[in-house]
Nanobody, 112 residues
Framework: QVQLVESGGGLVQPGGSLRLSCTAS????????MGWYRQGHGDEREVVAV???????TYADSVKGRFTISRDNAKNTVYLQMNSLKSGDTAGYYC??????WGQGTQVTVSS
């Protein structure tokens, strides 16, 4: 059974940083496309960052230069390092595996 578990969300002030983690079981993250998505209240879910199996990364324009997706194969975990956070980054963040498996999400709130 495939399970993706996100963690690392929380409340942070503007300009701060957070690192989200997505740990997989029943699924090998290095073999598939892994992505981070977010959904604000009342908004549609949007892609934030994607990493392919060969390590190629892409980012939404709104987070380029501030967010970094990475992977630890030994831990079967994908990360999203988020720096210079803004209020507009406030959302539930979700991990996606192979474009079909989803985690339960972790809330990020950027507020002073």
């Amino acid at each position: 059974q495939v399970q993706l578990v996100e963690s690392g969300g929380g409340l942070v002030q503007p300009g701060g940083s957070l690192r989200l983690s997505c740990t997989a079981s029943g699924f090998t993250t290095r073999n598939y496309v892994m992505g981070w998505y977010r959904q604000g209240h009342g908004d549609e879910r949007e892609v934030v960052a994607v990493m392919t199996s060969d390590g190629t990364t892409t980012y939404a324009d709104s987070v380029k230069g501030r967010f970094t997706i990475s992977r630890d194969n030994a831990k079967n975990t994908v990360y999203l390092q988020m720096n210079s956070l803004k209020s507009g980054d406030t959302a539930g963040y979700y991990c996606d595996g192979a474009c079909k498996y989803w985690g339960q999400g972790t809330q990020v709130t950027v507020s002073s």
